[in-house]
């Protein structure tokens, strides 16, 4: 198995009661976000939790159908329980149903990937993700969690949230900026010069800042108090990325996302905190 990543801290519960579910969650978590699927040895090395307590943990989940194990190889995965109640969740997000149609119609007029993400603590989270035509196709999917700071879908969100909000969701990253590729952005200083530029221009871009070969434009989606909720993404491989970006990408770009906030504003079900 590859080297496993760092052993990951334990989350502190924030409400009285919650300890026990934070670290069924945590343990969730790495199962998720960890490349290649672990064994309950591996888990426990990297949740940080005694081994014996992670046994446990992943006998529960696995009875309750949210972890699945394989009978050979012991490798866990996510369960079936699970992607049914995700997949449902995601099926009737209010922000994806209003936004599918305009993310087809970016998707074909670019002829790029596309993406569709919300804001998650540190992260941004893709809830849909249309593939281009082309033959060369990106690594991400839906649910993947990609930092605030290297993407043009984060630093989209961050640029127009109002000084206070920004400075609040600045102060939770972790120092220094974990680099993704050469090109990450490596300190809050740098990354505030970036998001002043995309603030008075409207959107940003990731150049190769998340994923080498990858220069993504981005730009937001407001809710109806005027603020960020989401943000979109238009991909594009740097070897075939087109003459004129401006008309190419962003135009299309901007139009989709002014489409969708117009949506949001006219639909009294889609307030700004129901969005998800």
Known sequence: MPELPPVATPPTAQVAGTAAFSKFMHVLQLVADTPQAMTVAELGKLSGYPRPTVYRMVGALVAEGLLAEHPATGKLTLGPRLIQLAS????????????????????????????????????????????????????????????????????????????????AAL????????????????????????????????????????????????????????MPVAAISVSTLRFRQKADPQSAYVAPLLEACRAITQRIAETPALSATDVL
Not at 118 to 125: F, L
Not at 132 to 153: D, E, K, W
Request: charged share 20%.
């Open 88 to 167: 449902r969740s995601w099926g009737r997000s209010e922000l994806r149903l209003a936004a599918v149609e305009h993310l087809k119609h970016l998707r074909d007029v670019t002829g790029e990937t596309v993406h569709l993400a919300v804001p998650s603590g540190q992260h941004m989270v893709y809830i849909e993700k249309l593939e281009s035509p082309s033959a060369v196709q990106m690594n991400s999917r839906i649910g993947t969690s990609v930092s605030l700071y290297s993407t043009a879908v984060g630093k989209a969100y961050l640029s127009m949230l109002d000084d206070a909000a920004r400075q």
């Open 171 to 226: 102060d939770t990253l972790p120092q220094p900026f974990a680099r993704h590729t050469p090109n990450t952005v490596q300190d809050l200083a740098a990354l505030g010069h970036q998001l002043e530029q995309a603030r008075q221009r409207g959107w940003a871009v990731d150049d190769e800042e998340n994923e080498l070969g990858i220069y993504c434009f981005g730009a937001p989606i407001f809710g109806q108090n005027g």
